[in-house]
């Protein structure tokens, strides 16, 4: 990867996700969006419903990636402590906004139900933009180059769409895997040769076990061109190793 | 949760996770197995094939979590690093070590399917011991605090059983939920009322939308009596609050 391709990193915060109470959806559907945007995810942290560990997570990461996205913890009850964790890394105050509270009140309709609990979710850090939450009202928001979003999948999805279009990405990374039903051992040697003599192509071998073992090979590259080389390149390979029922999946 | 709580930290290293192309199934499964185990996950790190990335994520995490659980990267091909940026992190040398290649040979049953490549999976720092892998030979590996296991979910989970007798937890943190088919913002009131009035038990609320809004709460405590009176006073409170058709989960 060039060294100006934008990068992206997640943080995950939750504690029933570290319980293993909850299933995180949400890392894997931002990761497929964000390779397509060309600001890949470099890296993720899960931490707990804990200020200081969010407070450490949003400062380190976004001091070394273009983009940084949160999940959960945006949310009415006394356990969502995001909103005022983003502020305090950021060293700025938070407070009931005016726009997010029309928004509130727009979805709610009735002023009686904008309870003191409701209102914590207009609680915006000074600076921030809103994110838009087509499904529940209830903005998430950006400040600099940090985007937080709410933990339930299908916000969380609704606000990536939101944001999707602002996204400024390099070349997207291509891909072109190769499904080979042999042994990563006996692939190895072939490979790690295959990809000496394509230094500018990134190659990963990913074994999985299903009634017998196999490894999916994967050539990446931002380059259309080079990467169709190392894929012929690939299937010359498996032809030599004698491998039968190769499924291939070409880059779109 | 009480401070001398043994708590544990977990490394998925592997690009094509952040890339989107596959979906992470071992934290989940890993923070089931450590809760129960009464050594809860407080922070998990995605981290690329990298060296650097690796090294330190390790390094932060040993350093301040009695437990550390790795996944993937060590497997026979050129890609899979982590074995040497383990040995790197502990400031240790790395070698194929004879045990580790007697139990290739009886897995393989052949010397010429010891390849070089294959070889690799037998490269052990100075100072680990072994995990047992009975899917595919190939052991993991244990040194200080750290383990180092496979990324292939049926090979990770088999060394989670090699490992899971040998860890020491504290009393398991219990938890008893409640999913309730009420708006969070309905709950949040009288939930932030009921957490104030029983500071020993940690509150939880997990918004879902499933056709309509509802929320799962959580209370969790090691102390089954205490929980019982939490989950008596939410009991009250779903009735206060006139919540029908609610759902309890209580501890085991």
Redesign the interface.
């Known amino acids: 990867m060039k060294d100006d391709t934008p990068t992206s990193a997640m943080v995950v915060i ?11 959806a949400n ?9 397509e945007a060309g600001a ?10 804990d200020r200081e ?1 969010i407070v450490a997570a949003i400062n380190e990461l976004r001091a070394r990636n273009t983009y940084v996205f949160t999940s959960g913890g945006i ?6 402590i995001t909103a005022e964790c983003v502020a305090e890394a950021f060293g700025v105050g938070i407070d009931v906004r005016a726009d997010a509270r029309e928004i509130l009140l727009a979805h709610y309709g009735d002023p009686d ?1 904008l ?4 209102l ?2 207009a609680r915006i850090p000074e600076g921030a933009s809103l994110i838009a939450n087509p ?2 009202g209830a903005p998430g928001f950006k400040i600099e180059n940090v985007h937080v979003m709410a ?2 999948p ?2 969380f999805n609704a606000m990536v769409e939101s944001v999707r279009p602002t996204l400024e990405g390099g070349p997207p ?1 291509l ?1 072109h ?1 190769f499904r080979i039903p042999m042994a ?6 072939p ?2 040769e295959l ?1 000496a003599a394509h230094p500018d192509i ?8 299903q009634g017998g ?1 196999g ?1 999916t090979i ?1 050539a ?1 590259s931002q380059d259309r061109d080079e990467l169709a080389q190392a894929a012929e390149a690939l299937r010359a390979m498996c032809k030599a190793l004698g491998a039968a029922n190769v499924t291939e999946l070409p880059p779109l």
Chains 1, 2 share one sequence.
């Open positions: 939750g504690d029933e996700i570290l319980s293993g109470r909850t299933r995180d890392m894997h559907h931002l990761a497929g969006v964000l390779t890949p995810l470099k890296e993720v942290r899960v931490v707990a419903d560990a949310g009415p009850t006394h356990d969502d139900k309870t003191p609990s409701r914590r979710m499904v529940s933990g339930v299908l916000i990374m891909s895997a990563e051992g006996d692939i190895a040697g490979l790690a990809a990134s190659f990963g071998s990913y074994p999985f076990y073992y490894a994967v990446r």
